[in-house]
Nanobody, 128 residues
């Protein structure tokens, strides 16, 4: 099974930028959807963005639309999440997730429980 490893988290001031990377242990062509979730202390894990190989497009949560950009890099078997204009409420552990092809493809973002593969997470802290 493909394994995912996140990197790039850290501490940044509000208004700053970070780039998160998620490296896959195998080719991501076998993955229908790759996405990013985040979880703040005491909160549920929420979807941030996803990239669908079915539609060829990315979708974003309203809270990050226009500030975050997800890029799927099949040549390097990874996805990156460029985060700009960061806010304190963007803080949390960011997880990379993937859903392989299961006979049909998602054009949008699957529900959280429909992702089969998860990374260990990387901490993002935005100070005010």
């Amino acid at each position: 099974q493909v394994q995912l490893v996140e990197s790039g988290g850290g501490l940044v001031q509000a208004g700053g930028s970070l780039r998160l990377s998620c490296a896959a242990s195998e080719g991501i062509d076998s993955l229908n959807v790759m996405g990013w979730y985040r979880q703040a202390p005491g909160a549920e894990r929420e979807g941030v963005a996803c990239s669908s190989a079915t539609s060829g497009s990315s979708n974003y949560a309203d809270s990050v639309l226009g500030r975050f950009t997800l890029v799927r890099d099949t040549d390097n078997n990874m996805v990156t999440l460029e985060m700009n204009s960061l806010k304190p409420e963007d803080s949390g552990v960011y997880y990379c997730a993937a859903r392989p092809w299961h006979g049909f493809g998602y054009e949008g973002c699957p529900l959280r429980d429909e992702y089969d593969i998860w990374g260990q997470g990387t901490q993002v802290t935005v100070s005010s």
